[in-house]
């Protein structure tokens, strides 16, 4: 289902919202943050949005009046791989709409979805373990009112295993971000031991 | 990478009311007073294109997870539509196409005589926003529509006093 959070997201990529905004850092950006001291933003007016630096992007997380708070930097051809570069001070843009919901993440949590959840409940977050958030494939019939998201988890040695998965979320980061979708899986389904595999697709109707 | 599907029988999600036994629409268990709906597939007649993008690479997937993403019982294509696909073109990598027409039992690569899109034509208009075999917007338009080279000359189409409907998604 499409929490309240989806929405919100859909409505701002769809319809419109604040155009974006270009500028330039006063400091060295972080692996999180980039500075721009002669901005009088909004408090998290662009949560959501996606900043670009010099050859890589990060998805809004938060801002205060001057500091943009970034879940990571992305290198844009592997987004779901390892963290892109921190860039250099110089030229930003925020662009307009919001960053794609294109990460999948699992739960054993079988309770069911509920529009008001901001977060994954008990989401698998093992570092390095093969059922934690990844990026989906995506599939679209043209013309057709509907596309799916599609992740292929495969369970390693890092893995807490045995675990049974009940419930997923689509989520715009591969850390953190918004959660725009909750669905309980069609059937629970277990993971025994390393090398297990599990096949889930989202599919999502306008 | 993206993967072309060949696809004659698209399936068109649509979330339905489900309905009691005297045919009205039974409310959601939860107590919310959302009225309860299950997901059906339409079939659309027509000949489509199902463009896959996979992530490769760094965080992306290896061949076999590509095998089960797309072929496999809860991939994705089972959810795009009633039928096998025409055929499945993958121009990154014929290894991968070669594989997956194997798997999902079609033609590898876009056969003689395949009436809709080409694997081209679905991508760019998936981009452009408009559905292959569609006429032009020109053709759209009435023949009497005012040209811009009018409207620079001075035409004035006749405006109507009339309320705007009310638009909803």
Known sequence: MKVNVGNDAQARQMGGDIVGVTGTTTSSPTGTTASDTGKAWTSNQWAGHVIVMAGVFGVIVSNTSTVATVDRWYNPATPGGAAGSTPASGVYQILGGGAPAIFMGLTADSGAANATDTTLPSEITTAGGGLIRKICAYAHTTGVASYTLTAVFTANGTDSLPVTVAKMGIFTSLLSGQMLFETLLSAPATFNTSGDQLTVTESVTN | ?169
């Not at chain 2, 072309?4 to 009311?17: E, I, S």
């Not at chain 2, 299950?38 to 294109?49: H, I, K, T, Y």
Request: charged share 20%.
């Open chain 2, 1 to 169: 990478m993206h993967i072309f599907l060949g696809n004659t029988a698209a399936k068109a999600w649509q979330n339905a009311p489900v309905l009691d036994a005297d045919g009205k629409p039974q409310l959601h268990p939860d107590g919310s007073g959302a009225v309860l709906t299950e997901e059906r597939a339409a079939r659309l007649d027509g000949s489509r294109v199902t463009i896959v993008t996979v992530p490769t690479g760094d965080g992306g997937y290896s061949r076999l997870q590509i095998l089960s993403a797309v072929a496999g019982p809860d991939g994705l294509w089972v959810r795009h539509s009633h039928e096998p696909p025409a055929w499945v073109a993958v121009p990154e990598s014929i290894p991968t196409q070669d594989l997956l027409a194997e798997e999902l039992g079609c033609p590898s690569g876009v056969p003689e005589g395949w009436d809709g899109p080409s694997p081209t034509e679905a991508l760019a208009s998936e981009s452009a926003g408009v559905v292959p075999g569609d006429p032009p917007v020109s053709e759209l338009l009435p023949t009497d529509y005012p040209t811009d080279a009018a409207l620079d000359a001075g035409f004035k189409p006749e405006v109507q006093a009339a309320s705007s409907p009310e638009v909803t998604a």
